[in-house]
């Protein structure tokens, strides 16, 4: 089905919302599985909400989830120009096609009197639609108005009395009254174009095929169905995607948590783990498989896998699956993660072999990239103060005499590995008599300053003797006083 076309066409209005990010994977991995295209349009119509750097943020968090698109801004395509604010020439002249053939007409309202109506309407608990008084001027009515310069909108004439039917590919069969549709703005005052009107032509003009979007586009649908009637041009497939839901079942929203992907990924989500995760998020793959790479996706993705019930998003679930991805990482890709981090923080100077013990030793107890400095930090630096938590439950008056112990033992080693430092331990222990874990804690504060971390024997030939007999001394000297 290389005709297969669809589109991502969000607004800059701020940063990319998850909902949104599954909504251009679903139409990624939709083109990508059935040979087709995937294009990208910025629908930037909406002035009053546009953000300036919002679509440059747009295109690096696209390119960050691996989602390349085959057409849009600085790709390019024979269906351009792929931004709406560059269109407008193209929406004007539908919008007076429709005036043509009666199915839109001028409207003179000011927001004041609109306003007034909707109080109205609410008062009498009647539906809050457009009155259509406009119908009721004249031609000659019409004409005075436009000569004396008075601002006006176009909106659409519903046909009335009559059912509106959206074939969808999730929802099945869907039916609209006419009459409870409003006669949506067209085009506005100042010459943008709604939403509406600016959609179905580009969908069409664009040879939009199939539109994927959030179901809260449902209710706008019937009247795009109508639009594209009035113009005479075949309805594109439909295809609805269930609510992202809180953990409570309600709409996920930034007043309950994070919601941008900005937030995920400032936060070390990997970009794998998110589309994996989002991906979830609706489509079930039929399987007991949670853990995808994007080309996995692509190869078992389906519409007709896509649920219609709200999904909730789990952020425990997306922790547990972003340690999943990042233990699937190379030694060197988890290296090239570690080694700005510990740039910014002034740590420099390792080598790739001693960052990849690290990594090695560290991999099973990090949930992101983060987590390789945070909770790894004596690999880098001396221990700046000693968990006091720690102190009080594991170091003992005698601990100093057994740290001397070890300490002289382990000076004497003609290598430092984790073997002869586990022997090392265990001997002194023997020697003391008592068991080996009144001495491996305390040494675990000494060398790292915390009592949890990888295996000790290992972390501490990684470490090297200089740094741990150093370690140990600098400890002896400040817990001994």
């Not at 053939?101 to 008062?123: K, N």
């Not at 996706?297 to 789990?314: C, H």
């Not at 699937?328 to 002034?346: F, I």
Request: net charge neutral.
């Amino acid at each position: 089905m290389s005709s297969v076309r669809v589109r991502f066409a969000p607004s800059p209005t701020g940063f990319l919302h998850v909902g949104g990010l599954r909504t251009a994977l679903y139409n990624y991995l939709f083109a990508r599985r059935q040979g087709g295209k995937f294009l990208l349009r910025i629908e930037d119509t909406d002035r009053s909400r546009f953000i300036p750097g919002a679509v440059e943020n747009l295109l690096a968090t696209l390119a960050w989830a691996g989602l390349d698109y085959d057409e849009g801004p600085g790709v390019g395509g024979d269906r351009g120009p792929y931004v709406q604010s560059e269109r407008l020439e193209l929406y004007r002249r539908q919008a007076e096609f429709l005036l043509e053939r009666g199915h839109a007409y001028p409207a003179f309202e000011t927001p004041q009197e609109l306003e007034e109506l909707r109080r109205q309407q609410d008062r009498m608990g009647a539906p809050l639609v457009y009155d259509r008084r406009a119908l009721r001027l004249s031609p000659e009515e019409i004409a005075q108005k436009r000569d004396k310069g008075i601002p006006s909108v176009i909106r659409m004439k519903v046909p009335r009395g009559r059912p509106v039917i959206v074939e969808d590919l999730i929802r099945g069969r869907v039916e609209f009254d006419a009459d409870q549709i409003d006669d949506q703005v067209l085009l506005k005052s100042d010459g943008f174009p709604t939403y509406h009107l600016a959609n179905v032509v580009d969908d069409h003009l664009m040879g939009v095929t199939h539109i994927i979007r959030g179901e809260e586009w449902l209710p706008s649908t019937p009247k795009h169905v109508i639009l594209y009637e009035f113009f005479g041009w075949e309805v594109p497939q439909f295809a609805h995607l269930p609510l992202l839901l809180n953990p409570d079942r309600s709409k996920l929203s930034k007043r309950q948590g994070d919601v941008g992907v900005e937030d995920y990924r400032a936060k070390g989500i990997l970009p794998e783990a998110l589309v994996n995760f989002v991906a979830l998020l609706g489509w079930n793959p039929g399987t007991e498989q949670e853990l995808f790479s994007l080309e996995e996706l692509v190869q078992q993705f389906s519409i007709e896998r896509v649920g219609k019930s709200g999904a909730v998003f789990n952020i425990e679930k997306l922790r547990w699956m972003n340690a999943q991805h990042l233990r699937r990482k190379t030694d060197a890709e988890l290296v090239s993660l570690l080694r700005p981090q510990l740039s910014a923080a002034g740590l420099n100077g390792f080598s790739d072999a001693y960052l990849t013990a690290v990594v090695n030793l560290m991999r099973e107890r990090a949930e992101a990239p983060e987590d390789f400095l945070l909770k790894g930090r004596y690999f880098f630096e001396d221990p700046q103060a000693y968990d006091p938590e720690a102190l009080a439950k594991r170091w003992t008056a005698e601990s100093p005499d057994h740290l001397r112990t070890v300490r002289n033992s382990l000076a004497s080693l003609q290598g430092f590995t984790k073997g002869l430092i586990e022997t090392v331990v265990r001997d002194a222990a023997a020697r003391h008599g008592i068991g080996a874990a009144k001495i491996i804690h305390p040494l675990r504060l000494a060398v790292t300053g915390v009592s949890l971390g990888p295996g000790l024997f290992e972390l501490m030939e990684v470490l090297g003797m200089a740094t741990c007999l150093s370690r140990i001394d600098r400890a002896l000297e400040i817990l001994s006083r």
